[in-house]
């Protein structure tokens, strides 16, 4: 059974801080891994998807690299802003596109 | 992309009572996703929607408490039946939409469950 991780749960950094997220994954017979962005009490928002033949991807000041053999990603975000607070989850897809989620990174970017 | 509209957006529900949610996607889409977010929880599959047949069920859940219809390919209905307190949650409906040869998931803006 796949099992997604993500560290750290928490995070807090001041306004323009360089950041990295980490996710891990057991099983690596995946289609593909994506990043989403989660504000409280809302739905998701699909931020990068990176394909299992792929190693990274970039959008903005974003950058999500996949480790398919090691079971890793990581989401880069440069100069980060307070707009930027929200919560992270990696999700990836296995069998019958069914995707599992990570348990997230709540992210609060200070002034 | 899939643009996903996700209606109620919020309700509070007596226990014992029945909630609706309805996902209308504005292309069609062959599986739909309903997915539950327990509070402070990761996101989990309750089942996979098809048009034409019936929802396939993840461990853990049963159509007779979570009744699912996919009437057309840009529309469906999950119902949270006879609802308790612990079904307070948010419930997140899905949809993998194929784009620039790539398949990639789009939730609807989710449903705030609260019963009291």
């Known amino acids: 059974k796949q099992e997604v991780t993500q560290i750290p749960a928490a995070l807090s950094v001041p306004e323009g801080e360089n950041l990295v997220l980490n996710c891990s994954f057991t099983d690596s017979a995946i289609y593909n891994l994506q990043w989403f962005r989660q504000d409280p009490g809302k739905g998701l928002t699909s931020l990068l998807l990176i394909q299992s033949s792929q190693r990274e991807q970039t959008s903005g000041r974003l950058n999500a690299s996949l480790d398919k053999s090691s079971g890793r990603s990581t989401l880069y975000i440069a100069a980060s802003q307070p707009g930027d607070s929200a919560t992270y989850l990696c999700a990836v897809t296995g069998t019958a596109s069914k995707l599992t989620f990570g348990t997230g990174t709540r992210l609060q970017v200070t002034l | 992309s899939a643009v996903i509209s996700q209606k109620p957006s919020r309700d509070i529900c007596q226990r014992g009572t029945s909630l609706t949610i309805q996902c209308q996607v504005d292309?069609?889409?062959?599986?739909m996703f309903w997915y539950r977010q327990q509070p402070g929880q990761s996101l989990t599959l309750i089942a996979t929607a098809n048009q034409g047949s019936e929802a396939t069920y993840e461990s853990g859940f049963v159509i007779d408490k979570f009744p699912i219809s996919r009437p057309n390919l840009t529309f469906s209905t999950l119902t949270v039946s006879n609802m308790s307190p612990e079904d307070s949650s948010i419930y997140l409906c899905?949809?993998?939409?194929?784009?620039?040869?790539?398949?990639?998931?789009?939730f609807g803006q989710g449903t705030r469950l609260t019963v009291v």
């Open positions: 292309s069609q889409v062959t599986m």
């Open positions: 899905s949809v993998d939409y194929l784009q620039g040869g790539n398949t990639e998931a789009f």
